[in-house]
């Protein structure tokens, strides 16, 4: 075993260069391991720092998650305070009080009732102040609006991608929430299959996604923009491969994009050529028993398509929407996406080209 670490740290030492002289080595690789420490702890830092990064919790972009991030900095600073405090003391107590000699063992005393008191009360006190706060925080972002003022969407988790429901517009969409700036949006979160976590991290915290019952969850954003989120929850195979978007509008920019998805689609009888063949096989082939495209299927085991156009991404938004990644997917969904329940239908070249064609008029 000795041996064994022995051995790597010689290995270790000749990838860095270690001088001959076994004194100066040590101090070599010593230094090196520091300032490969320091150099690390440096990187997580900027990496904490930077505001680009898509799903970062301390950049709270909403008053939900602004309400959550207020709670965490100061909880943050009394920890962190606490943190140093214990672990100075614990410094000074073991260089102070070391054993120094071989009779030298430490004084039995009966201990201290003022200090003990003291450490008592006061982690009870804080733990009160901060308990009394979250709990504030905790009934302020269930608060649920009231239905005239905010705008209802109906979240449920499938394996793997997100159904989103609007009620009061008749829209259903997949994977890309689309929300107004500066309304508050009541989520209704439900699953039909297995529990997932529904979690947008710069909009509001996470919420299980549990099936046989409704969670309620309120998301608001402040500015337009993307925000990105994730399933937070295992729920099987492609549980990584599960994200989401939350997009919000300026609210004209909203009204637009719910006039686009409320248009009636297009029929598929008066399609021509390629487009024609494609609807054909989207029957032929079953594609309709698990997809609605209104007017033409029916089917609900995966994301309704009748306005697929007007979304960005797709399957669970692992992948860009365009025509390549289409081609890739429809070949062999399973390989694209582990575990995918849409089964390799073995088509071909040319009846991928013609279900392109047809997707493409879902606008
Ligand atoms: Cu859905 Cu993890």
Redesign the pocket.
């Known amino acids: 075993m000795k041996l064994a670490r022995l051995g790597r740290m010689r290995n270790a030492d000749a990838l860095l260069g270690a001088p001959d002289d076994p004194e100066e080595a040590t101090l070599t690789t010593g230094k090196t391991r520091f300032s490969a420490l320091v150099g690390s702890l440096a990187l997580l830092g900027t990496a904490c720092g930077r505001e680009e990064l898509p799903q970062n919790t301390l950049d709270p972009q909403g008053p939900v998650a602004r309400k959550l991030d207020d709670l965490v900095d100061p909880v943050f600073v009394i920890a962190g305070v606490i943190f140093v405090l214990v672990n100075v003391l614990v410094l000074v107590a073991v260089i102070k009080f070391r054993r120094r000699s071989e009779d030298d063992s430490p004084k039995q005393v009966h201990g201290n009732s003022k200090l003990e008191l003291g450490w008592t009360i006061a982690p009870a006190v804080i733990l009160g102040v901060i308990g009394i706060g979250t709990l504030g925080v905790i009934f302020d972002i269930n608060e649920r609006p009231a239905a005239a003022e905010s705008l209802q969407v109906t979240v449920v ?1 499938h ?2 991608w997100w159904e989103f429901d609007y009620p009061d517009h008749g829209i259903t969409t997949a994977n890309e929430l689309h929300i107004p700036v500066g309304t508050k949006v009541d989520l209704a979160l439900e699953s039909v299959d ?4 529904f979690w947008p991290p710069k909009l509001a915290g996470k919420l299980d ?1 549990i099936p046989g019952r409704t969670n309620r969850m309120v998301v608001e954003a402040e500015k337009p923009g993307t925000y990105f989120g ?7 195979l492609s ?2 491969n ?1 994200y989401l978007r939350v997009i919000a509008h300026a609210p004209a920019d909203f009204e637009k994009w719910v006039a686009a998805n409320t248009e009636a689609p297009t029929e598929a009888s008066s399609l021509r050529g390629d487009a024609a063949g494609g609807a054909a096989l989207f029957r032929s082939k079953g594609c309709s028993g698990c997809h609605t495209v209104e007017g033409y299927s029916a089917g609900t085991l995966g994301p309704n398509l009748t306005h697929l156009q007007q979304r960005s991404v797709f399957a669970g938004a692992m992948f860009d929407l365009d025509d390549r990644n289409l081609r890739k997917w429809l070949r062999d969904p399973p390989a694209e996406k582990p575990g995918s329940l849409m089964p390799n239908l073995d088509l071909t070249e040319d009846e991928i080209t013609k279900l392109i064609a047809y997707l493409d008029t879902l606008q």
């Open positions: 988790g394996q793997w297995v529990i997932h976590s996604v994730q399933c937070a929850e295992f729920c099987g549980h990584a599960m």
